[in-house]
């Protein structure tokens, strides 16, 4: 079951802090615009990328159980195969934070234990769009 505009909208205003696993330093890329868009209205972005250093001037870390903050959305740009692995880690590292699989990455096996565990799911939507569609109008 997909969330509501409502509950997308809710989600979007009320979060501060966005984990951005596959976070790109490279611009151009959707991993790096969308978190970039983010960044600059207002979201504290925590880059997730084994391969980086830094990312929009923040130290990237390896991995969800790197981060010592509260996270509120966990915003995955990797492949959908990927996906199972990152939910348990989300599931693992984070309190109550929603789990964001961006345009193209769905996987709903994992995507149903997620829920299950009481986690807020949005998969295959970009958040730039959906935060210019429903918050930037």
């Known amino acids: 079951m997909s969330l509501s505009d409502d509950a997308i909208t809710d989600l979007l205003a009320s979060a501060e802090t966005i984990a951005v696993v596959g976070c790109s330093s490279t611009p151009g890329k959707a991993a790096h615009d969308v978190p970039k868009y983010?960044?600059?209205?207002?979201?504290?972005?925590?880059?997730?990328?084994?391969?980086?250093?830094?990312?929009?001037?923040?130290?990237?870390?390896?991995?969800?159980?790197?981060?010592?903050?509260?996270?509120?959305?966990?915003?995955?740009?990797?492949?959908?195969?990927?996906?199972?692995?990152?939910?348990?880690?989300?599931?693992?590292?984070?309190?109550?934070?929603?789990?964001?699989?961006?345009?193209?990455?769905?996987?709903?096996?994992?995507?149903?234990?997620?829920?299950?565990?009481?986690r807020s799911v949005v998969a295959d939507r970009c958040m730039k769009i959906e935060h210019g569609r429903l918050i930037e109008t």
């Open 38 to 118: 983010l960044d600059g209205h207002g979201y504290n972005i925590l880059p997730v990328n084994p391969f980086a250093d830094e990312i929009l001037g923040r130290e990237a870390v390896d991995s969800l159980a790197d981060i010592d903050e509260s996270v509120d959305i966990v915003d995955v740009f990797r492949p959908s195969d990927e996906v199972p692995e990152i939910i348990d880690s989300a599931l693992d590292n984070t309190d109550d934070a929603a789990i964001w699989l961006q345009l193209g990455i769905d996987h709903p096996n994992a995507v149903e234990r997620a829920r299950a565990a009481g």
